[in-house]
């Protein structure tokens, strides 16, 4: 089983390394576009800025491999929303794998507070990705910028307003929270997900 993770220029791409190897498995952290395309599966992490993480993709030509790829595809927070078509964030052209919008959350009480950041509720569960994975199980969550919810979408939450918290469509999943920091939930999560390439 050969997993690779995309590397570039995003932060928090290690502490899903250690997520992996808790499962037993050795992923390839690369931006080589070979090594890539011949994986068993891909993820791709991290935290970051729209605009600056997709200009590195393109000078890259990473933009074009990670569209084609056709094994499975699992993009984390940024990850996720460097899938959608466009961000509020920097006014950013994305990859456009999925049809949507990245928007910029907007408190309307002064409790809400910016980012979204720590536990919370996943509900509206579908796809492989959540097998085992009970309705109302909590994951951790840091964002500014969501997107809103869409015929893709196999998991949902709620802050300040309802939104997706997790995606799919073809060999491409997503997930806005971060399952390396998820305890138990979120191993579990990374773990359907490797299945799915085996």
Same mark, same amino acid.
């Given at each position: 089983?050969?997993?690779?993770?995309?590397?570039?220029? %995003?932060?928090?791409?290690?502490? &899903?390394?250690?997520?992996?190897? +808790?499962?037993?498995?050795?992923?390839?952290?690369?931006?080589? $576009?070979?090594? #890539?395309?011949?994986?068993?599966? /891909?993820?791709?992490?991290?935290?970051?800025?729209?605009?600056?993480?997709?200009?590195?993709?393109?000078?890259?030509? !990473?933009?074009?491999?990670?569209?084609?790829?056709?094994?499975?595809?699992? =993009?984390?927070?940024?990850?996720?929303?460097?899938? *959608?078509?466009?961000?509020?964030? =920097?006014?950013?052209?994305?990859?456009?794998?999925?049809?949507?919008? &990245?928007? +910029?959350? /907007? $408190?309307?009480?002064?409790?809400?507070? #910016?980012?979204?950041?720590?536990?919370?509720? !996943?509900?509206? !569960?579908?796809? $492989?990705?959540?097998?085992?994975?009970?309705?109302?199980?909590? /994951?951790?969550?840091?964002?500014?910028?969501? &997107?809103?919810?869409?015929?893709?979408?196999?998991?949902?939450?709620?802050?300040?307003? $309802?939104? *997706?918290?997790?995606?799919?469509?073809?060999?491409?999943? %997503?997930?806005?929270?971060?399952?390396?920091?998820? =305890?138990?939930?979120?191993?579990?999560?990374?773990?359907?997900?490797?299945?799915?390439?085996?």
């Amino acid at each position: 089983m050969k997993v690779a993770i995309i590397k570039y220029n %995003a932060g928090n791409i290690y502490s &899903v390394v250690n997520a992996l190897r +808790r499962l037993g498995i050795e992923p390839l952290v690369t931006d080589q $576009p070979e090594e #890539i395309c011949s994986a068993d599966c /891909v993820l791709f992490p991290g935290q970051g800025e729209a605009a600056f993480t997709m200009q590195y993709l393109r000078q890259r030509k !990473l933009d074009v491999i990670i569209r084609q790829l056709r094994q499975p595809v699992l =993009g984390i927070c940024i990850g996720m929303q460097l899938m *959608c078509a466009h961000s509020e964030e =920097g006014d950013t052209d994305c990859l456009g794998i999925f049809p949507t919008e &990245v928007k +910029r959350f /907007v $408190p309307t009480e002064h409790s809400q507070k #910016i980012p979204h950041m720590g536990w919370n509720s !996943l509900s509206h !569960l579908k796809s $492989p990705l959540y097998k085992g994975i009970k309705e109302g199980e909590f /994951v951790y969550f840091i964002h500014s910028f969501y &997107v809103a919810q869409n015929t893709f979408s196999i998991a949902d939450c709620d802050y300040i307003q $309802p939104f *997706c918290a997790s995606m799919h469509k073809d060999n491409f999943y %997503a997930t806005q929270f971060h399952p390396e920091k998820s =305890g138990r939930v979120g191993e579990k999560i990374l773990s359907n997900f490797i299945a799915l390439a085996r």
